[in-house]
């Protein structure tokens, strides 16, 4: 991926990069943080768009609510212990 960061501009959506490889024709999309692998290729930015929306509906994000749960297996300890 570093390599082909070298050129073209890249185009940050939802969390994705979207990268510019010809303007028009190729674009790569990279995942989320923290590895931001390689996911798919479009002919244009708004197919890539619309795989990114697609991509987003079929495997939502993970809710912030589930992290009380996570802190709360594994309580701090308090200053007096």
Known sequence: M??????GRNIFYRGY??????RSVF??????RPQRCE???????RQSMEWVDDHI????PQSLLV???????N???TAGQ
């Open 57 to 60: 509906a079929q495997n939502p």
């Open 2 to 7: 570093l390599e082909t960061q070298l050129r």
């Open 27 to 32: 674009y790569t999309i990279y995942g989320p």
């Open 17 to 22: 990069v979207i990268h510019e490889g010809v």
């Open 39 to 45: 996911l798919a290729q479009a002919g244009t930015f």
């Open 75 to 77: 309580p701090l300890p």
């Open 67 to 73: 992290w009380p749960r996570l802190f709360a297996a």
